[in-house]
């Protein structure tokens, strides 16, 4: 199995409510990565788990949380989101985080806050 | 700061015409270089990736590109455009011991006429 999955495709959620995001991945990667993308941009890298551990946040705010249950699993938990969080939200996964591994993308959660 | 550089927004070409998407990256330090495709609304795809073996790396979908140190370049290209070849590609560099980041070009639409 060489492919990341990600559940929901499309999520819409207005301000107040709490969702969440799934990413799983059965290639024995043993680092996980959350990205957010908006239209006509790249994508931007929000949080790096190793290890199931957390290992990078890049400044993201609190109203997303990330949780790697076990090596095959990522979440990201939304709560009190704003419409400008309205982006494609990728999931990722590498063999290893601190080398040259390329990464494999899973095909993204369409978020729409209003 | 390290960055990559794609030099065209946007590409046209005619199908069965040669593609080159253009890129370049700046460090003193020796990276690793990939090339991703995105089709709308779909997740990354790998096309290939540069890990300091052959200079000239082959890919999938026909698609190849040269390693470039003395032009600090990876250029894309594929010698037959097809219809299905239209999408937004990445160049992407990542370096040993960064954490996972991928520091992504701003990407190059390209698109592919009848």
């Known amino acids: 199995d060489t492919e990341v999955t990600q559940t929901p495709k499309h999520l819409v959620m207005g301000m107040t409510n709490k969702k969440s995001l799934k990413c799983e991945q059965h290639m024995g990667h043993r680092a996980m990565y959350w990205y957010k993308q908006k239209a006509k941009k790249p994508p931007e890298l929000m949080f790096v788990y190793s290890y199931e551990k957390l290992s990078i946040n890049e400044s993201v705010p609190s109203r997303f949380s990330p949780e790697c249950p076990n090596s095959s699993l990522l979440n990201l938990h939304l709560h009190a989101l704003q419409p400008e969080d309205s982006a494609l939200y990728l999931c990722?996964?590498?063999?290893?985080?601190?080398?040259?591994?390329?990464?494999?993308f899973g095909p993204g959660t369409r978020l729409t806050v209003l | 700061a390290q960055s990559v550089t794609q030099l065209d927004s946007h590409v046209s070409v005619s199908e069965g015409t040669p593609v080159l998407l253009r890129c370049n990256y700046s460090s003193s330090y020796s990276p690793s270089l990939f090339w991703y495709v995105q089709h709308p609304n779909k997740g990354l795809q790998l096309l290939l990736k540069?890990?300091?073996?052959?200079?000239l790396v082959k890919g999938i979908n026909g698609f190849e590109a040269e390693f470039k140190k003395s032009e600090t370049s990876f250029h894309l290209t594929k010698p037959s455009a097809h219809m299905s070849d239209a999408a937004e590609y990445f160049c992407v560099v990542t370096y040993y011991n960064q954490g996972g980041k991928l520091i992504f070009g701003q990407g190059t639409e390209l698109s592919v006429k009848p």
């Open positions: 990722a996964s590498s063999l290893e985080a601190f080398s040259y591994n390329e990464q494999f």
């Open positions: 540069y890990t300091s073996a052959a200079t």
